[in-house]
């Protein structure tokens, strides 16, 4: 697999790849891609972790929930240029020495806009489609917020309080029913007001899947694998030691196409984690798109 092959030579760093280090979010197979769409996914995720917190040299650990609600758009501005947007409601939780400290809202919004290099092209049953773009992401979430102990946690947080650069591509290529989808988001963090500066991130999948109709329902099943990095974060001039890194994850799924509704469950388990000092469980989705 492609993500694979260029992150082999990585895994090398300790990280807390929890919260905001570890943000990354996949729109999954869009093959209709002719068409708008907006809908919603739903994603849940749980994290056990040690990590070091701003003012302290204390090594705490704790377990995080993340779960998230984003709302999703796609609009064809034209033939070969498509405008998406992103704007989560986020619930996140973290347990340290029995105690919860819970935050809910807004989390940061993003938006992007992809060109068609090749779309349907190649000859007889091969079909390909590659686009590039790239875009923006927002500090709408908050980033001060204290834990029960008067601690500010950036890991937690419900937004990072920068605006960060996003660079994006994909490429799917299709044979007959049997497909290939490859996707890539490369996230270019600024210093927020704090002087706290997430390392960039990126999110690389690639996924095989399998186009099958059965009467008026079109069946997506697919697997695959997707990796998530974060280079190191900084207070400061500060290095954070507990910053940066990979988890390499299987993801498994299915959507389902009836009319003008798109349905999604997916699954990804963590198969490969750079450190014993974070360790991600599985994660859940469910999405549901309305095109037209």
């Known amino acids: 697999m492609v993500c694979v092959l260029l992150t082999v030579a990585k895994y090398t760093n300790a990280c807390d790849v929890c919260g905001c280090a570890m943000g990354g979010t996949s729109l999954g197979i869009l093959p209709q891609y002719h068409k708008h769409f907006i809908g919603m996914q739903y994603a849940h995720r749980n994290f056990t972790s040690a990590h070091t917190q701003l003012g302290q040299t204390e090594t705490n650990y704790s377990t995080e929930k993340f779960t998230t609600l984003e709302l999703r758009g796609r609009l064809n501005i034209s033939k070969k240029i498509q405008l998406f947007f992103l704007a989560p409601l986020q619930a996140n939780a973290q347990t340290e020495k029995g105690v919860t400290t819970a935050f809910t809202g807004i989390g940061d919004a993003s938006t992007f806009a992809t060109y068609s290099i090749l779309q349907n092209a190649g000859k007889g049953f091969w079909k390909h489609q590659l686009q590039i773009g790239g875009g923006v992401k927002l500090p709408t979430g908050k980033y001060n917020t204290l834990d029960k102990a008067g601690i500010l946690n950036p890991n937690i947080q419900l937004g990072s309080g920068s605006v960060d650069f996003l660079l994006n591509g994909f490429y799917i290529t299709r044979y007959k029913k049997l497909g290939w989808s490859n996707a890539m988001q490369y996230k270019i963090n600024t210093r927020n007001a704090n002087g706290y500066l997430f390392g960039n991130r990126y999110t690389c999948n690639s ?81 549901i798109l309305y095109n037209f």
């Open 207 to 287: 996924t095989l899947f399998y186009w099958k109709e059965i009467k008026k329902i079109t069946l997506l099943p697919q697997l695959g694998v997707q990796e998530e990095y974060a280079g190191i974060d900084y207070h400061q001039q500060l290095r954070m030691g507990l910053s940066g890194g990979n988890t390499l994850s299987g993801v498994a799924g299915v959507d389902v196409y009836f009319q003008k509704i798109t349905l999604g469950i997916g699954m990804q388990q963590p198969l490969l984690q750079t450190n014993t000092i974070t360790s991600a469980n599985t994660k859940f989705t469910t999405t």
